[in-house]
């Protein structure tokens, strides 16, 4: 009974071969937790866990790099001053080890890179995606590219893509976070307030600036200078109402209305945060500059609905202590344009 139900919410999805039963249980609570099923054509896929790779035939040294690449990824905070400079790890917004449909799964991008991104404008490496998400969502500056620790965290996405076709022609099941519909009122900082005093603060507290117990952080800050910076993904409204919908409170997912969500992403990105590290000097210069291709999506640059306040109009960097460079490797292959 509960079997074929199950096989019922796969159905038509393309597997990756070679997939366990087991894995395949595991998308299947997802649906019953009410995540949105597979649509017909998409590509699924269960990303191996640290436990496939102790038992893989690969090399031992390659396997203690991917695990090194996994210590990175959940414990970024031990590239705090160097790479991070703020609360986050990169675990902080792709749950599940970056392993988890609809949380921002990391491997996708191990299969579908080179390609041009619309951010930057320019065919961007893997190498260079994970350097955008050090700038933007750590407030940092990438390791080097080809550094141990840039090899381990690609190692680590490209093991979480195992079996994967390369440049896959479908689309991929719970890639980044799927945008919600449109909500029906405008979003609203006063309802999103209430939602946030309500749900979230108990852990993320009142502030926005999170939880600390033991010198180490437990729950990191949506907003503040512990926080991701003006030009993370996350801070486009659409995105962080996506993230909450499918991934918060923490152990709730799908919880809140799609309304509430995006009251609550509304609130949270009409907050203060560090400066976009394309900052030119002047707020509103930065937000045309960068408007098209992204902040037409966030409240950076404009003001706040509740009082006025024009965001971002500040050259604070959080714990930074100057802009470090965001845009390694720009401009690219000028000698191919025409
Ligand atoms: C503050 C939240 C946040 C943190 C922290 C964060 N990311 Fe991301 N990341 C995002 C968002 C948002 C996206 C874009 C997802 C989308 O397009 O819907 C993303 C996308 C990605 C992608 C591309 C996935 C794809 O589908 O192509 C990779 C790879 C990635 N991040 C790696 C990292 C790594 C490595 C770290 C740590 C160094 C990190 N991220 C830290 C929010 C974050
Ligand atoms: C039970 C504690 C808890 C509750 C309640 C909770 N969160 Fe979280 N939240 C977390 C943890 C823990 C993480 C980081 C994920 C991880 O480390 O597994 C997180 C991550 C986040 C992030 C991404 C990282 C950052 O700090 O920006 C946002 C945004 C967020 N939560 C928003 C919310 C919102 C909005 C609510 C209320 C609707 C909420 N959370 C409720 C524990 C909680």
Redesign the pocket.
């Known amino acids: 009974m509960t079997i074929r139900r199950k096989t019922m919410a796969l159905a038509g999805a393309t597997l990756v071969a070679g997939i366990s039963l087991a894995a395949l249980a595991e998308y299947e609570t997802l649906v019953e937790l009410g995540y949105p099923a597979p649509r017909e054509g998409e590509l699924v896929h269960v990303p191996p866990t640290m436990q496939d790779l102790d038992e893989a035939d690969i090399h031992p040294e390659l396997k203690q790099v991917i695990r090194r690449g996994h210590d990175?990824?959940t414990n970024?905070q031990q590239?705090r001053g160097e790479?991070?400079f703020?609360d986050?790890?990169?675990?902080?917004?792709?749950l599940g080890e970056?392993r988890l449909p609809f949380s921002?799964?990391?491997?996708?991008?191990?299969v579908?890179?080179p390609d041009f991104r619309g951010k930057n404008q320019h065919v961007n490496s893997?190498e260079e995606?994970?350097a955008?998400?050090?700038a933007?969502?750590?407030n940092?500056a990438?390791p080097a590219y080809g550094s141990d620790d840039m090899l381990a965290?690609s190692a680590y996405?490209q093991w979480l893509a195992k079996g994967v076709p390369m440049y896959p022609d479908q689309p991929?099941y719970g890639?980044?976070?799927?945008?919600l519909d449109e909500p029906e009122q405008a979003p609203d900082y006063a309802r999103g307030e209430q939602v946030y005093l309500e749900q979230c603060a108990i852990c993320h507290s009142k502030d926005g600036s999170g939880h600390y117990q033991d010198g180490k952080y437990v729950f990191?800050s949506p907003w503040g200078d512990g926080?991701?910076n003006w030009g993370?993904?996350?801070s486009?409204t659409f995105?962080?109402a996506?993230?909450i919908k499918y991934n918060m409170p923490l152990g709730q997912p799908m919880s809140l209305t799609d309304q509430e969500a995006w009251d609550v992403a509304y609130y949270i990105n009409s907050q203060e945060r560090p400066q976009d590290p394309r900052y030119t000097g002047d707020v509103r210069e930065t937000r045309e500059r960068f408007e098209a291709t992204f902040h037409k999506h966030t409240l950076y640059g404009t003001e706040r609905q509740h009082d006025g306040t024009l965001l971002g109009d500040h050259a604070n960097m959080g714990e930074k202590k100057e802009m470090l460079p965001w845009n390694l490797g720009v401009p690219r292959f000028e000698d191919l344009k025409d």
């Open positions: 990175l990824f970024t590239l790479n991070v703020n986050m790890n990169c675990s902080s917004c792709h970056g921002g799964p990391v491997w996708p991008a191990a579908t890179l893997l995606r994970l955008g998400c050090f933007y969502s750590m940092g990438p965290l996405h991929i890639r980044g976070f799927p945008r990191p926080s991701n993370a993904g996350i486009r995105t962080m996506s993230f």
